[in-house]
């Protein structure tokens, strides 16, 4: 099968909206017809990825534990946005799964480089 | 050239699924090909041929779906996105023990793995959301 590069993008806070779940769906989709699989984190979806969410007052399944299982998918490039991350006091330390923290230039270079980027 | 296009919002409230309705007759009239257009989110909604719009207004649906039928051209709604919203043909009515159809023509349901598929497929896939 052909290989090619797919940047799934996320801009948005986990739960307000689904676009971080089923984001998260396609990715795994991705990765199971063996594609180059890359995530990039940016603006409030910076939030996706922080430890600790807790859902349950708002009756939405929580699904920070799926990014743990990225790795298991092979998905194991995932960027965030320097900028992002500093702008809502965040540090790469706050996040549940270890990552690559990209300034935005270096981000954008990346993007470049796809065949496809779906923004969610 | 050969155009995917996803779209992924739904009919009315955000105008991404009436830029990529234009955008896919643009296509079509240049000559150019379109693999598949992949209804995600939100955009699964285009998809109801409930609609009923009125009648001073564009019917979004009936719009996709003379287009797709003039150019046969292949319209996938993700099962699990429809599932959520439902948005139900014939097999998913009989799986899921409802006692209703809506899905237009000719619309088919499937798996996300049409979208990826598209995205290796074509030579550009082009998204309409927000």
Redesign the interface.
């Known amino acids: ?2 290989t ?1 590069q ?1 940047m799934i993008v996320n801009r948005k806070a986990p739960y307000g909206t ?2 971080g779940w ?1 984001a998260l ?2 990715v795994l ?2 990765a ?2 063996e ?1 180059d699989v890359s995530m990039a984190f940016l603006d409030d979806g910076v939030y996706q990825l922080k430890k600790g969410h807790q859902t349950k007052g708002i009756e939405i399944k929580a699904f920070e534990k799926t990014f743990g299982a990225l790795e298991d998918y092979d998905v194991t490039k995932i960027y965030v946005d320097q900028e992002s991350l500093t702008e809502r006091g965040l540090t790469a330390d706050d996040l549940t799964i270890p990552v690559e923290v990209l300034s935005r230039a270096e981000i954008g270079k990346r993007m470049e480089e796809q ?6 | 050239m050969k155009f995917a296009i996803l779209v992924s919002e739904g009919p009315y409230t955000h105008q991404a699924s009436d830029t990529a309705f234009l955008f896919a007759q643009a296509v079509l009239a240049k000559g150019h090909e379109i693999f598949r257009v992949f209804f995600y989110h939100d955009g699964v909604y285009n998809a109801t041929r409930l609609t009923t719009p009125p009648q001073d207004d564009r019917n979004i649906v009936k719009r996709w779906t003379k287009l797709a039928q003039e150019n046969n051209l292949d319209m996938v709604v993700c099962v699990a996105a429809a599932q959520r919203r439902g948005i139900v043909d014939d097999g998913e009515m009989k799986r899921n023990g409802k006692d209703a159809t809506n899905l237009a023509e000719p619309f088919r349901i499937s798996g996300l793995g049409q979208l990826i598929e598209a995205g290796i497929q074509a030579d550009r896939l082009v998204v309409f959301g927000d």
């Open positions: 099968m052909t090619k797919f689904i676009y089923e769906e396609v989709i991705a199971a017809f594609q065949d496809i980027v779906l923004a969610f």
